[in-house]
């Protein structure tokens, strides 16, 4: 019996000791260990990605105001202004538009929330920050 218990006491160790031994896995675990900082830069680099392409976009919109007031399609100042709220209502309900005509040019500023243009809104740092958007165009008419 004490050979018996002496022989499974060797096998054991000598399985614990290939155990120790092998290295298979162990990259796993870095990955496992290393993947939420991944995620989190991931998601830091959508969320102002996505910003920047927003940015771009009321841009587009208030340059496209500006210039459709400056040839005459739209009348006066508080026309533009109804017009990019309600272009710009499709990316924010939170827009400030406002408008000026001085000596002959249109100057347009839109301020957005950041929050309202990130994807994920996982960083809470960017809530109390505004987008500012700027254009002006000579009058044509």
Partial sequence: MI???NAAFLGTTS?????RRET???????AVLWLPLFVVFFVMIADVSFVFHRQSQIMNIVQDGNRALSVGR????ADLVT???SRLAGLTAAATVTTS???????TNV??????????GMF?????????VSSQQFIEY
């Fill in 74 to 77: 739209i009348a006066n100042e």
């Fill in 3 to 5: 050979a018996s218990l």
């Fill in 24 to 30: 298979d896995g162990s990259a796993t675990i870095e």
């Fill in 124 to 132: 809470a740092f960017l809530n109390n920050y505004n987008i500012g």
């Fill in 83 to 85: 017009f990019l709220e």
């Fill in 15 to 19: 399985a614990w000791k290939a155990f």
């Fill in 111 to 120: 301020l957005v929330p950041v929050d309202d243009l990130v994807a994920v």
């Fill in 101 to 107: 005509i001085d000596t002959g040019v249109v100057t």
